[in-house]
């Protein structure tokens, strides 16, 4: 019993240790990702174009079995490409008519200001002229122009990165034959890496479809309210949709707050933020629930906790990536001894996956 009792404190003190150890390497890492954010940033993203190209490119040749199989992948390679290059092309065009009807917006706005200043019994009733002067853009000029400065860095890095990748891919199995000394240790490797790409690709495809359904019904209520630019608020709705929590709500604020805008009368914003609201809330709860099954298995709070992290670290990046690096990690920790209680947490139901409980 004495000595029991001695080895209580010493226990509780390695424990102790393990724990701040943990921690530590936590905050080290994260600092390591922020630090080096411009390097891995465009490099991350290129390897998750990687893998919805593969994805893709193996759907086109399961379902479509006359096509080409030579021409799947560059067919992949160029629908990939062609989204990423339209929605950049959206956004630049459309800003450019933002910026050419600046000056109506800008009339509308004073109204709206004038009524909402009458409304509360306010004295003076402010302008967007007041308004500017007072927020004082220019010195935030800076910070939008060090932002657009690293969005086209971080975009020409990205295609470099995935020329070079898309180069090497033919040789990564030969690279895992060499470097995997028995046919165990590859075929752990292996399976490591097909349940990644199943959680991702998996991930990828319920987001993709669910945001296609909400964007083609979004756009058939801001179609019939009269709204303008079209293509490009539906261009917003559907990348939003990859960012959990937050995308709803500004594939929903945005359209409507332009629409408050552009409205003459205050009705069709109110119906187009409720229409936009009743439609999200519908495909979130009735049509996302039934497809997305046990293809993402996390659990809400580890969604939410996700994207907090990463999005701190890497900014608007790391928020669009939240969940699929969250889903690789819940993937890889599940195949290991040591840290399958951390996948476990992970999850939602306790049971990352169906054959976790296997023999060791």
């Given at each position: 019993?004495?000595?029991?009792?001695?080895?209580?404190?010493?226990?509780?003190?390695?424990?102790?240790?393990?724990?701040?150890?943990?921690?530590?390497?936590?905050?080290?890492?994260?600092?390591?990702?922020?630090?080096l954010r411009r390097i891995l940033e465009p490099f991350v993203l290129a390897l998750f174009l990687l893998i919805m190209i593969d994805g893709l490119a193996r759907a086109i040749k399961r379902r479509a079995p006359l096509f080409?199989?030579?021409?799947?992948?560059?067919?992949?390679?160029?629908?990939?490409?062609?989204?990423?290059?339209?929605?950049?092309?959206?956004?630049?065009?459309?800003?450019?008519?933002?910026?050419?009807?600046?000056?109506?917006?800008?009339?509308?706005?004073?109204?709206?200001?004038?009524?909402?200043?009458?409304?509360?019994?306010?004295?003076?009733?402010?302008?967007?002229?007041?308004?500017?002067?007072?927020?004082?853009?220019?010195?935030?000029?800076?910070?939008?122009?060090?932002?657009?400065?690293?969005?086209?860095?971080?975009?020409?890095?990205?295609?470099?990165?995935?020329?070079?990748?898309?180069?090497?891919?033919?040789?990564?199995?030969?690279?895992?034959?060499?470097?995997?000394?028995?046919?165990?240790?590859?075929?752990?490797?292996?399976?490591?890496?097909?349940?990644?790409?199943?959680?991702?690709?998996?991930?990828?495809?319920?987001?993709?479809?669910?945001?296609?359904?909400?964007?083609?019904?979004?756009?058939?209520?801001?179609?019939?309210?009269?709204?303008?630019?079209?293509?490009?608020?539906?261009?917003?709705?559907?990348?939003?949709?990859?960012?959990?929590?937050?995308?709803?709500?500004?594939?929903?604020?945005?359209?409507?707050?332009?629409?408050?805008?552009?409205?003459?009368?205050?009705?069709?914003?109110?119906?187009?933020?409720?229409?936009?609201?009743?439609?999200?809330?519908?495909?979130?709860?009735?049509?996302?629930?039934?497809?997305?099954?046990?293809?993402?298995?996390?659990?809400?709070?580890?969604?939410?906790?996700?994207?907090?992290?990463?999005?701190?670290?890497?900014?608007?990046?790391?928020?669009?990536?939240?969940?699929?690096?969250?889903?690789?990690?819940?993937?890889?920790?599940?195949?290991?001894?040591?840290?399958?209680?951390?996948?476990?947490?992970?999850?939602?139901?306790?049971?990352?996956?169906?054959?976790?409980?296997?023999?060791?």
């Open positions: 019993m004495t000595k029991a009792k001695a080895a209580d404190p010493l226990l509780l003190q390695l424990q102790a240790l393990r724990v701040a150890q943990m921690i530590a390497a936590a905050i080290l890492v994260g600092f390591t990702l922020w630090a080409p199989r030579a021409a799947a992948l560059p067919t992949a390679i160029v629908l990939i490409l062609a989204v990423f290059g339209l929605t950049i092309w959206l956004t630049v065009d459309n800003a450019t008519d933002f910026t050419a009807q600046g000056p109506v917006y800008a009339a509308r706005i004073n109204t709206l200001l004038f009524s909402g200043a009458q409304r509360l019994g306010l004295d003076v009733t402010p302008t967007v002229t007041s308004v500017v002067h007072d927020l004082n853009p220019a010195r935030y000029a800076g910070v939008l122009a060090g932002a657009f400065s690293h969005f086209a860095e971080a975009a020409v890095f990205m295609l470099i990165y995935l020329g070079f990748l898309l180069a090497s891919r033919q040789g990564f199995a030969a690279k895992a034959d060499a470097f995997f000394a028995t046919t165990a240790e590859r075929a752990e490797a292996q399976r490591i890496f097909e349940r990644v790409r199943r959680g991702v690709e998996s991930y990828v495809w319920v987001q993709t479809v669910v945001g296609v359904v909400i964007t083609g019904l979004s756009a058939v209520l801001m179609l019939a309210t009269g709204l303008t630019h079209v293509p490009f608020w539906c261009a917003i709705i559907f990348l939003s949709n990859y960012i959990p929590a937050i995308g709803a709500a500004v594939g929903v604020l945005f359209p409507a707050a332009f629409g408050l805008v552009e409205f003459p009368d205050l009705w069709p914003a109110l119906i187009l933020v409720g229409g936009l609201e009743a439609i999200h809330f519908a495909v979130s709860h009735v049509v996302q629930p039934r497809m997305q099954g046990q293809s993402l298995n996390l659990d809400p709070i580890v969604v939410l906790l996700s994207l907090a992290f990463w999005g701190a670290v890497w900014g608007v990046v790391g928020a669009f990536l939240s969940t699929p690096l969250a889903v690789m990690g819940m993937a890889i920790m599940a195949e290991f001894t040591s840290t399958r209680p951390l996948a476990v947490l992970l999850s939602r139901d306790g049971h990352p996956y169906a054959d976790m409980e296997r023999a060791n």
